[in-house]
């Protein structure tokens, strides 16, 4: 069978949940671009926030948070509805079997995460999104309606009559699915950077597609770095230092084992992941030097393993003890705020086709995003995508399928486009962008851009993402340009 009444591409978060909160009779395919347990969800360590059965914590206290750390820039719609909605889809997880850490008088254990104002963060030791996305996966696997395609590439999306066609590659086999709903669900952007906290299959593909069928995008160059990225200076994949670890006490140090927090703001090693990231670029211009350190070890170091295991495991892999040594961290990019621009419902601005999760930009983060608000954003509106798509599911009947040029005996696209790309987004948009840079860059990545779209290249997974990290770098620096004159 190659029709169904909704597509949806990505398997983390956003992907699983919707898949779970359409209707029984609903057909679904859901896709997986690479290995089912390959997402930015399930490399998400701190957890999700909400207020949920807390007496100390109110939803406004939650939505005030999340609009300071987003510098007032966000939607209040929205906003108010993650916050208030939180209760209901944390209360969801509890009852698909996703087991939050507990006290030992039985209440939840709920960490602080900088910026937060309240200890209202949920998790499973410092591995909460692997927990959720695994919980989620198992839920979805036994429901009849859903067909889950993984190791199974997004080549191309094309708008129809009624709906939408898209073209597949698994393996060495094409074949053209079709359907009257499409979820984009592709997570985030991090592989077009030399140095990320995500996963490899994190390069924009979902929000090229959107791209190219009219949707809106909006916001792409609110990009947030993370402050605490383990920096072993060799590898792509940055494993992340959880800001639990901050939350539950750690310092920040300069390479003179000096906090320097105090210099730049009042809330410390607690302020933003802007903030800090900022301070650290700062303090590395006035000190000479790149070296940044995490401090934990005047805790317990029974309650450091406790907590954190699986950073424990990682760093004790790479040489350091946490609850013995400094561990060395430097910011890099983590997180994409804009993206696919979505109502309130997460449709966007072409008829049945929706955005959720990392890829779309609902407003809720404005400028930046409060730590773990992104795993309930997730949540949140992927809902809200399947109960507005359970509401037109059964007006069209028929199947108009897109056609779909395979480019049979072209050749492979050239060897470090991806490669190029990334340098040019490094050196050009890093914490503290650089105007000069952006526009020097610039129109090399519009040639680049142009040579991927006018070229007859084998359409595979190299081309794919090649376009769309050259996608991405376009829709980033165009949009700092715009910016920069007041646009």
Known sequence: MNNYDVIIAGAGAAGLYAALSLPA???ILLLAKRELSLCNTALAQGGIAGVYHSPSDK?????????????????????????????????????????????????????????????RIFHHKDATGREIADKLLAHVQMLPNVEIREETLLCDVKKTETGFSALLLHGENYETVNSHFFIMATGGIGRVYEFTTNSAIATGDGIMFAYRMGAMIRGLSLIQFHPTAFNNRHTRECFL????????????????????????????????????????????????????YLDITHK??????????????????????????????????????????VDADSRTR???????????????????????????????????????????????????????DLREGAQPVPHGIRTQLRHILQESYFVIPDAGK????????????????????????????????ASIAFLILNEALVEEKGV
Not at 100 to 112: I, M, N, S
Not at 372 to 379: F, G, H, I, T, V
């Open 25 to 27: 009779d609903a057909r």
């Open 59 to 119: 939803t406004s206290l939650h939505e005030n948070d999340t609009y300071i750390a987003g510098g007032f820039q966000n939607n209040h719609r929205t906003v108010h509805m993650l916050v208030e909605e939180a209760a209901q889809d944390i209360g969801h997880l509890i009852t698909l079997g996703v087991e939050f850490d507990k006290q030992a008088d039985g209440d939840y254990h709920r960490t602080l995460e900088g910026g937060h104002s309240r200890r």
């Open 241 to 292: 230092i959880s800001e639990a670890v901050r939350g539950e006490g750690a310092y920040l140090l300069n390479c003179h084992a000096e906090r320097f927090m105090q210099h730049y703001d009042d809330r410390l090693e607690l302020a933003p992941r802007d903030v800090v990231s900022n301070a650290i670029i700062l303090e590395s211009r006035r000190t000479g030097s790149d070296e940044f």
């Open 300 to 341: 317990d170091a029974d309650e450091v393993r406790s907590r954190f295991p699986m950073i424990y495991r990682n760093l004790l892999e790479q040489g350091y003890d946490m609850t013995k040594d400094r561990i060395p961290i430097y910011p890099c990019q983590h997180y994409l705020m804009g993206g696919i621009q």
């Open 350 to 404: 072409v008829p049945g086709l929706y955005a959720c999760g990392e890829c779309s930009n609902t407003g809720v983060h404005g400028n930046n995003r409060l730590a773990s608000n992104s795993l309930l954003e997730a949540l949140v509106f992927s809902r809200h995508a399947a109960q507005d798509i359970a509401k037109h599911l059964h007006e069209q009947k028929e199947f108009a399928e897109g056609e779909f």
């Open 438 to 469: 952006i526009q020097e860059n610039f129109p090399k990545v519009c040639n680049i851009m142009h040579d991927l779209e006018d070229g007859w290249y084998r359409i595979d997974a190299d081309y794919v993402e090649a376009c769309a990290t």
